[in-house]
């Protein structure tokens, strides 16, 4: 099915542990972005990447380092986790930051639920 | 400074009867605003969008109404069904920046 596929689903980290949430999707899209949400709150930007090749940051991108390895995928990666990143991770893609995109939305994949301890 | 607000965390309606979910912004360069629904355990899915040149945008039982001289907008499902259940978060684009800002979403309950 077309779509956006995030990897893993559930993960648990101990503080200090490394680790990379892997997104992938295949409606060609320009646009990739990574979100997290925390109970009670709405989704805050961490890292975007408008097209191939250029990536830049959001809301909250401290602690994170982002990848877009090709059109299709971009990665998330913490490379020290502490318990504030307990969260729910979304990747979302679109067709561009333009107009189109705004009509259109984001795609979002499931998520990826993770627990730092 | 939240620049998209949703000030009710939660709405209870009646099956068949209006859903009305409201929205708050506070940045005029948004061009673009749009409605996700959200099921538990499932990432958001795409609603409905609405240009800043417009004030109305329906497609089926959703529409959604701009004022943005008052900077706000809402989301009218009719009539409201079971399945509507979820949370509904509000997002704000503007078409350079090509992101999106969320609000913190309403939780709709629609009891049959």
């Known amino acids: 099915n077309a779509g956006v596929t995030q990897t893993p689903k559930f993960q648990v980290l101990k503080t200090g542990q490394s680790m990379t949430l892997q997104c992938a999707q295949d409606?060609?899209?320009?646009?990739m972005y990574w979100y997290r949400q925390d109970p009670g709150m709405g989704l805050r930007l961490i890292y975007y990447s408008a097209s191939e090749g250029t990536t830049d940051k959001g809301e909250v991108p401290n602690g994170y380092n982002v990848s877009r390895l090709n059109k299709r995928e971009f990665s998330l990666r913490l490379e020290s986790a502490a318990p504030s990143q307990t969260s729910v991770y979304f990747c979302?893609?679109?067709?561009?930051?333009?107009?189109?995109?705004?009509?259109?939305?984001?795609?979002f994949g499931s998520g990826t639920r993770l627990t730092v301890v | 400074d939240q620049q998209v607000k949703q000030n009710s965390p939660s709405l209870s309606v009646q099956e068949g009867r209006i859903s009305i979910l409201n929205c708050d912004y506070t940045n005029s360069m948004f061009d673009y605003f749009l409605w996700y629904k959200k099921y538990p355990a499932e990432g958001p899915t795409f609603l409905i969008s609405?240009?800043?040149?417009?004030d109305k945008n329906e497609d089926g039982r959703f529409t959604v109404f701009l004022n943005k001289s008052a900077k706000h907008l809402s989301l009218h499902i009719v009539p409201s069904q079971p399945g509507d259940s979820a949370v509904y978060f509000c997002?704000?684009?503007?078409?350079?920046?090509?992101?999106?800002?969320f609000g913190d979403g309403t939780t709709l309950t629609v009891k049959p």
């Open positions: 609405i240009s800043s040149i417009k």
């Open positions: 997002a704000a684009s503007y078409s350079r920046a090509g992101k999106s800002t």
């Open positions: 979302a893609s679109s067709e561009g930051n333009d107009r189109r995109g705004g009509r259109y939305g984001y795609t």
């Open positions: 409606m060609n899209h320009n646009s």
